[in-house]
């Protein structure tokens, strides 16, 4: 049990046997009586993302989550192929816990998994990850008042929008979080 003055984004609570992770938190005092925490929470299972407010020094459950860095190793028909880099142990993942992190997974790559009860529940990737470009339209710059962009296909296969200059072959910079491209390598 946690008081709710202690909720930080990442943290993980038992709502009515439900899991639900914090992903944006705020301590808000108001003119007339106690102070409340505004939270927005995301359900671990389903994403389903829903606003909920506590009042202050409330005691609320938490959910022990173990985080581990785990190697990716290759996807199969069962899911994608984790192992543990302290003890070597292999670990399948199902493909809708993965997520759109497939987008951005290498092999031997890091990613940290965060378990509940041996059950994996999520992965987090690094804020960014290095590329390469496999395919790419030639850039033509004409007339605009503005950087033009095009698509390009990286190795895992996903399409993103990188600026005219990039050309096949070329490793760039990627924001894992929404997929948007950062900088050439």
């Known amino acids: 049990m946690i008081s709710t003055n202690d909720i930080h984004n990442g943290t993980v609570l038992?709502?009515?046997?439900q899991l639900w992770t914090v992903i944006w938190f705020q301590h808000h005092k108001p003119g007339k009586g106690n102070t409340v925490?505004?939270?927005?929470?995301?359900?671990?299972?389903?994403?389903?993302?829903?606003?909920?407010?506590?009042?202050?020094?409330?005691?609320?459950?938490?959910?022990?989550?173990?985080?581990?860095?785990?190697?990716?190793?290759?996807h199969d028909t069962?899911?994608?192929?984790?192992?543990?880099?302290?003890?070597?142990?292999?670990?399948?993942?199902?493909?809708?816990?993965?997520?759109?992190?497939?987008?951005?997974?290498?092999?031997?790559?890091?990613?940290?998994?965060?378990?509940?009860?041996?059950?994996?529940?999520f992965i987090e990737l690094?804020?960014?990850?290095?590329?390469e470009i496999t395919y790419t339209e030639p850039g033509l710059q004409g007339d605009r008042s503005s950087a033009g962009?095009?698509?390009?296909?990286?190795?895992?296969?996903?399409?993103?929008?990188?600026?005219l200059f990039i050309t096949t072959g070329e490793r760039v910079k990627v924001d894992t979080r929404d997929g948007s491209y950062i900088s050439r390598v």
């Not at 389903?46 to 409330?58: A, I």
């Not at 690094?126 to 590329?131: A, D, I, K, Y």
């Not at 962009?149 to 600026?163: L, M, N, W």
């Open 14 to 17: 038992n709502l009515d046997g």
């Open 37 to 74: 925490v505004r939270t927005k929470l995301k359900h671990v299972l389903t994403g389903k993302v829903v606003d909920r407010t506590f009042n202050s020094d409330v005691k609320i459950e938490d959910a022990q989550v173990d985080r581990r860095e785990m190697a990716y190793l290759y």
């Open 149 to 163: 962009t095009k698509p390009a296909t990286v190795e895992t296969g996903y399409q993103i929008q990188v600026p």
């Open 78 to 121: 069962d899911g994608y192929i984790f192992m543990d880099t302290t003890d070597y142990s292999q670990m399948t993942i199902p493909d809708d816990v993965v997520g759109d992190a497939k987008h951005f997974l290498l092999e031997n790559g890091t990613a940290s998994v965060a378990l509940h009860q041996d059950v994996p529940l």
């Open 126 to 131: 690094p804020s960014s990850v290095e590329l």
